[in-house]
């Protein structure tokens, strides 16, 4: 199963990717997380920030794969715990797709891409920077396969 993370903006300071990475590269080959940048809708003085959704759930929803089971990280979403999470990760390798989860720009998803979510999960009630949810999420799904596993790391 493929994990894809498709989060809007770059140009992230080096301990995002070094934690991303850290996180990603300890997961088996037959459950592979990859990082998706897309761009930032245009903001500045002015700027039409409906706009700016439009453009970021534009190219959000260009990129993401046609059969992938979609998940939108959204402050409505549901809150999981870590082993819930590896119960979703069992029954999404059960079914059979690839998994494509959703992080939107500094105003959130577009609604285009949160109504064609599968699931809506909620990290946290807390107000969390972008660059953190990239490793919060790369380290959760770590955790939850080490659940599957049956792996001490969770402990």
Known sequence: MKIRLFAVGGK???WVSQGFNEYSKRLPAEMTFELVELPLGHRGKGADKA???KQEGDAMLAAIPKNDRVIA???QGKSWSTEQLAEHIR???M???N???LVGGPDGLDPRCVQLADQKWSLSALT???PLVRVILAE???RAWTVIQGHPYHK
Do not use: F, K, T
């Open 12 to 14: 992230m300071p080096a």
């Open 51 to 53: 706009r700016a959704i």
């Open 73 to 75: 990280l959204e402050v």
């Open 91 to 93: 029954d999404w390798q």
């Open 95 to 97: 079914d059979g797709r």
């Open 99 to 101: 998994i494509s989860l």
């Open 128 to 130: 969390l920077p972008h």
């Open 140 to 142: 959760q799904v770590y």
